[in-house]
């Protein structure tokens, strides 16, 4: 059973940078797509950016791209999201998800993912 556990959330002003780390046991993250997904308060969860499996494309929401980038860390087992230029529609918590992937590709779709993380506070403030 893959277990997720996200680290690096915490309290930044506007304009400032987080990275938040997914790692995982029971499994190597390298055979799964990964995504980060966010809910801000009152609003439905929603997918931000996802990688494929291994060497996998990396996708992102409109919203981030430019200012977010996604990784596997393949040294430490984990897949991060660098967060810069933060803005306040940024807050909120963020979870990483996966799936097995069999192909290379991934999607930002939470229907997709079969595992999840507890999700770790992001807080924005000007």
Excluded: H
Aim: proline letters at 2%.
């Amino acid at each position: 059973q893959l277990v997720l556990v996200e680290s690096g959330g915490g309290s930044m002003e506007t304009g400032g940078s987080l990275r938040l780390s997914c790692a995982a046991s029971g499994g190597d993250l390298t055979s799964y797509a990964i995504g980060w997904f966010r809910q801000a308060p009152g609003k439905r969860r929603e997918g931000i950016s996802c990688i494929g499996r291994g060497d996998g494309p990396s996708k992102y929401i409109d919203s981030v791209k430019g200012r977010f980038s996604i990784s596997r860390d393949n040294t430490k087992g984990t897949v991060d999201l660098q967060m810069n230029v933060l803005n306040t529609e940024d807050a909120g918590i963020y979870y990483c998800a996966a799936y097995f992937g069999s192909v290379s590709t991934c999607y930002v779709s939470e229907d997709w993912y079969d595992y999840w993380g507890q999700g770790t506070q992001v807080t924005v403030f000007s």
